[in-house]
């Protein structure tokens, strides 16, 4: 008999709050250090150890970026599910199936509407617990229906990314919506409006070779990967060793990718001066 899980574990899950009985304990991915599930809620899931931001997941992000935490959450357009009728180990519809019922979305994005800095606009932002945050063409037109109500609405559009790409089982039209969500947005800014890209914890593929590059000011979570191919290919490719700290943030912030890197509990108030000075600016044609 193992006393630990035998008797002291049911004994603590009597005496712990509900929603945090079933996983009391986190392990940090980075130092390996056990966190308190209620503490760690309160760092804004940042390891207290080794200050590692771990991933947050979609609902938490909206909810970070709004004024108060309170928005409405927007509709997005239905796209047909499996256009390519694809199928790898399982069916593509089996698979999203699958996230769906796992993480409670219908795919690997939502967009909330309401206050940031006391100013309407409108927020993006991607679920990597959803298929690694992959982008077909549901993510694209939420993106595009996301860009065409600010533009109607003269709001800001913030996006933050979080994603390993575009989505293989949509072929080449997953990658349509690279050229897609671009125009978009360019429409958006040629009216004037600004666009903040925000960086998450991976940015990575289509995504950060279309739309999570063209913002009008790029902030990033300490110690994001953001990059296109990964490490050890473009490694295998060129047949050399990369620089120490290639892809994070703080490496792209001293070339010139990134403008601001910021601890999360810092990202909010960074958010609110850099959107209230954009606004400032913003006059309606």
Not at 71 to 79: C, R
Request: a positive charge; aromatic letters at 8%; one cysteine or more.
């Amino acid at each position: 008999m193992n006393w630990l899980t035998d008797i002291v574990r049911p004994k603590i899950k009597k005496t712990t709050p509900k929603e945090i009985a079933d996983d009391l304990w986190v392990k940090c991915p980075e130092c390996g250090q056990m966190l308190f599930s209620k503490e760690l809620k309160q760092s804004l899931y940042v390891c207290t150890k080794c200050n590692h931001h771990l991933r947050l997941y979609v609902d938490k992000r909206l909810k970070q970026l709004f004024d108060n935490g309170i928005y409405s959450e927007m509709v997005l357009p239905q796209v047909k599910e499996d256009p390519l009728k694809f199928k790898d180990t399982q069916r593509y519809t089996d698979r999203l199936k699958v996230y769906r019922k796992k993480t409670g979305g219908l795919d690997a994005i939502k967009v909330g509407l309401g206050k940031v800095s006391d100013i309407d606009s409108v927020v993006v932002a991607m679920d990597f617990s959803f298929m690694g945050g992959s982008m077909g063409t549901a993510v694209g037109e939420g993106i595009v229906a996301a860009a065409e109500y600010a533009y109607e609405h003269n709001c800001p559009l913030i996006i933050a990314s979080a994603s390993g790409g575009a989505r293989m089982q949509e072929g080449m039209l997953s990658l349509m919506q690279m050229a897609r969500t671009t125009a978009a947005i360019n429409r958006l800014k040629e009216k004037g409006l600004p666009y903040i890209s925000i960086f998450t914890d991976p940015t990575t593929g289509g995504v950060s070779a279309s739309f999570a590059m063209i913002g009008d000011i790029h902030i990033a979570e300490r110690g994001s990967l953001i990059g296109f191919a990964g490490k050890r290919v473009i490694e295998q490719t060129i047949r050399e060793k990369l620089p120490e700290g290639f892809q994070t943030a703080e490496y792209l912030k001293e070339h010139g990718m990134v403008d601001i890197v910021v601890e999360r509990k810092d990202l909010k108030g960074t958010l609110d001066k850099v959107l209230s000075m954009l606004m400032a600016n913003f006059k309606v044609a």
